[in-house]
C-alpha cells in the first residue's frame, strides 16, 4: 500500500506544495503544484535549498489535476530529509 508523506521542495526558490507517494524500502514519486508551468530541473530544490539532482529516470510529466506535476521514480532516502514532521 502506498504511504503518503508531506515533503518540503521549492521550486523557483519558493516552498511549494508537494507529496510523496511511496515506500521507504522502495521508489515512489513526488506530486507536486506549481503554478508558474511544468518545472526544470533548475528550479527544483530540496527544502534545505540543495538543488535536486535528477537522473533520466525522474522524468517530471503533467499530471490531470490544475497546476500538479509528477517526478518519477523517486528513492525515499533521496528525500527523507524533506519530510514535514507532523505535530
Known amino acids: 500500500m502506498a504511504q503518503f508523506q508531506q515533503i518540503g521542495l521549492k521550486i523557483n526558490d519558493e516552498d511549494a506544495h508537494a507529496v510523496y507517494v511511496g515506500g521507504q524500502t ?5 506530486v507536486m503544484i506549481s503554478s508558474e508551468g511544468k518545472p526544470s ?10 538543488q535536486f539532482e ?13 497546476d500538479a506535476y509528477r517526478i ?3 528513492k525515499y532516502e533521496d528525500i527523507e530529509k524533506d ?5
Request: no cysteine; aromatic share 0%; hydrophobic share 35%.
Open 83 to 87: 519530510v514535514v514532521q507532523q505535530d
Open 26 to 30: 522502495s521508489k515512489g514519486h513526488i
Open 41 to 50: 530541473t533548475q528550479m527544483l530544490k530540496h527544502s534545505d535549498a540543495r
Open 54 to 66: 535528477l537522473a533520466d529516470e525522474n522524468t517530471i510529466e503533467k499530471i490531470k489535476v490544475q
Open 72 to 74: 518519477n521514480n523517486i
